[in-house]
C-alpha cells in the first residue's frame, strides 16, 4: 500500500512528485481506472462536469480495426446490448448506433427476425417492434474508444495500470501507478471490472470489506465465429436457447454478427460446460434442445478457434451498505456489481449506474469539496437500487439449479418459480406474453408488467382447458 505520509503531505510535496497532469492545481480533476465499456461511459458523463478526466487503461487498444485485448476476455463471447443500453449509449453518444450499423451490424427484430426458445418451446414469430442491434463486441469498444477519445477534456492513457490509491485523511486524492508515477484528482473511480482491486486496497487502508454476495450456477460459455454461406436458406438473424432448469444444462446464442459471419456461443449450466475441441463442441451443438444451431453450423466454415470463459457468477460487492468508505471514490460497472452473462445486462446496468453518475454529479458538484461523502452514499445507494431488478432475474434463473452455490431460494424467489412455470407454456402462443417478457428483459418494463389483467385472463383461460383435457382423457 502507499504510505500517505509519504505521498500526499502537503501540496507542495505533491507537486514536487512527478505528477502527470499539467493542469493548474484549481482545475478540477477525475480519473477512470480501466476503460472497457463501464470506464468508457463512466468518463463521458465525467467529462461534462470535470475540466479534466483522465481514463487509465492497462492495455493498449486496438489502432486499425476492432480487436480482442488481454483485459476484456469476455469480448469473444455473445455480448446482446439491450434495448435500454443501446438508447443509453445513444443519448451519451449522438451517431453511436448509426457507426455501429455502418460497420455491417444490423438490426433485428427481436421475434420476427430471432427464433428465441424458452424452457416451453420455440417463442411465436411475429413482428414486436422490439429492436436489437447485433454485432461483435469488439465493434462496440472500438466506436465507443473512438468518441472518448474526440472528446477535449478527456486524456486516454493506455498501458497504464494503476496499482495503488493516494489516501489523505478519509480522502482518496490521487492514484499510484504500475511505473511509480502519481496522478492526483477530486474524484476517482474504479471501472476495474471483475478483477477490480479495491477490496484489497481498502482492506490494506484498514476499512472494511464491503460484503459480497456470490451466485454461481457455474456457468461456462465455448464460442466461435463461422461464415455463412451465400443464399444459406435461415430465415433467423439469432437463434437464442435456455438451458432447463432442471434437465436440460445445455444453450446456445447464435448471431449474425457483421461481415456475414455467424457468432456462436454455446452455453453449459452447472458444470456442464461446453467443450473447446472440435468434436466435443459439435456434439454439444448437436445435443441442443432443438437442431436449428447445429443444423446452420453445418452449413457454414468455421473461421476462428474455439474460445472457452468460465467465473461468470453473480458477484455484488454490497458498497452501498458500508458505512465506512473513503470519499473521492466510487466504484462502478462489474466492479461493483456483475452479472451471470446469459442475460445479458452488464453493458446496461453500467449505463444505468453512469446515468445515476451524473445526476448526483449535478447534485454536488458545485459543492463538490463539501459533499464528498455525500455523493458517495447517494451514488451507491442509487446504483445499487438499479441492480435490484436485474440481480433479481439473473440469481433467480440461478437459483434453480441444485448445484448453484450462494443465495438461498425463500419464499419470494420460490413464489416467483411457480408464477414463471405457470406462464411458461403460454410463452409458445400468446404474442402479449412475449412482448411483455422481452420489455421485461431489455430493461424497459418492470417485472410487475407480468400482472397485465390480459396476461391473468390468459393464464386462466389456459388452465380451464387443461383441466378439461385432462377431465376428458380421464374418462
Ligand atoms: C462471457 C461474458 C459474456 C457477457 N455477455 C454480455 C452481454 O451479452 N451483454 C452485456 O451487456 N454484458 C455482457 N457481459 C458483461 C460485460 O462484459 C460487462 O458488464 C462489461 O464489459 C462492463 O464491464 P466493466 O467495464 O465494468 O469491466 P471489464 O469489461 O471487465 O473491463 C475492465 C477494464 O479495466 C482494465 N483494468 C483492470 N485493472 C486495471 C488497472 N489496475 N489499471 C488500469 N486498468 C485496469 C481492464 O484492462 C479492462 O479494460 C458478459 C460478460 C461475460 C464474462
Not at 473511480?189 to 482491486?197: F, N
Request: with cysteine; net charge positive; aromatic share 10%.
Amino acid at each position: 500500500m502507499v504510505n500517505p505520509d509519504k505521498t500526499m503531505n502537503s501540496a507542495t510535496e505533491m507537486s514536487a512528485t512527478e505528477n502527470l497532469s499539467t493542469e493548474k492545481k484549481t482545475a478540477s480533476k477525475a480519473i477512470v481506472i480501466g476503460g472497457s465499456i463501464a470506464g468508457l461511459i463512466t468518463a463521458r458523463v465525467l467529462a461534462d462536469h470535470f475540466d479534466q478526466v483522465y481514463l487509465l487503461e492497462k492495455d493498449s487498444y486496438p489502432t486499425t480495426a476492432p480487436d480482442y485485448r488481454k483485459g476484456v476476455p469476455q469480448a469473444r463471447h455473445q455480448h446482446i446490448l439491450l434495448v435500454k443500453g443501446r438508447e443509453i449509449f445513444e443519448t451519451l453518444f449522438p451517431g453511436f448506433d448509426q457507426e455501429l450499423a455502418s460497420m455491417g451490424g444490423k438490426t433485428a427484430d427481436h421475434t420476427r427476425d430471432m427464433m428465441l426458445f424458452s424452457t416451453a418451446g420455440l417463442l411465436p414469430r411475429f413482428e414486436s417492434g422490439i429492436e436489437l442491434r447485433i454485432n461483435s463486441r469488439i465493434n462496440i469498444d472500438w466506436v465507443l474508444v473512438k468518441r472518448v477519445r474526440s472528446i477535449p477534456n478527456i486524456t486516454v492513457l493506455e498501458q497504464t495500470a494503476v496499482s495503488d490509491l493516494i489516501k489523505q485523511n478519509n480522502t482518496i486524492g490521487g492514484v499510484m501507478l504500475d511505473d511509480g508515477r502519481q496522478l492526483d484528482a477530486d474524484l476517482i473511480i474504479d471501472a476495474m471490472g471483475r478483477g477490480s482491486r479495491t477490496p484489497k486496497w481498502l482492506k490494506e487502508m484498514g476499512y472494511a470489506a464491503a460484503n459480497e454476495e456470490v451466485i454461481d450456477a457455474k456457468l461456462g460459455y465455448a464460442s466461435r465465429i463461422f461464415k455463412k454461406p451465400e443464399n444459406d436458406p435461415a430465415d433467423y438473424q439469432a437463434v437464442a436457447m435456455t438451458p432447463i432448469p432442471t434437465h436440460n444444462p445445455r444453450g446456445a446464442g447464435l448471431w449474425e454478427i457483421e461481415n456475414d459471419h455467424w457468432l456462436l456461443t454455446l452455453i453449459g449450466t452447472a458444470g456442464n460446460h461446453p467443450p473447446t475441441d472440435e468434436a466435443g463442441y459439435l456434439a454439444f451443438a448437436k445435443a441442443l434442445a432443438d437442431p436449428v444451431v447445429f443444423n446452420t453450423i453445418s452449413r457454414a466454415k468455421p473461421v476462428s478457434d474455439i474460445y472457452a470463459f468460465r467465473g461468470t457468477a453473480n458477484r455484488w460487492k454490497h458498497y452501498e451498505r458500508l458505512n465506512s468508505f473513503p470519499d473521492g471514490y466510487l466504484v462502478i460497472g462489474d466492479a461493483f456489481c456483475a452479472f451471470s452473462p446469459f442475460y445479458g445486462q452488464g453493458m446496461t446496468s453500467a449505463a444505468l449506474s453512469a446515468t445515476e453518475l451524473d445526476n448526483v454529479l449535478r447534485k454536488y458538484k458545485s459543492s463538490l469539496s463539501t459533499n464528498k461523502e455525500k455523493l458517495r452514499r447517494d451514488f451507491f445507494r442509487k446504483a445499487g437500487k438499479r441492480f435490484a431488478s436485474p440481480w433479481t432475474l439473473a440469481t433467480g434463473e440461478d437459483l434453480r439449479w441444485p448445484d448453484t452455490s450462494g443465495g438461498t431460494t425463500g419464499f419470494a424467489i420460490k413464489a416467483s418459480h411457480k408464477f414463471m412455470d405457470a406462464l411458461m407454456p403460454l410463452s409458445t402462443s400468446s404474442k402479449l406474453l412475449v412482448t411483455h417478457f422481452l420489455k421485461i428483459t431489455n430493461m424497459k418494463a418492470s417485472p410487475l408488467l407480468l400482472f397485465d389483467p390480459r396476461i391473468l385472463f390468459q393464464l386462466f383461460v389456459y388452465w380451464i382447458k387443461r383441466a378439461v383435457f385432462r377431465h376428458e382423457t380421464k374418462s
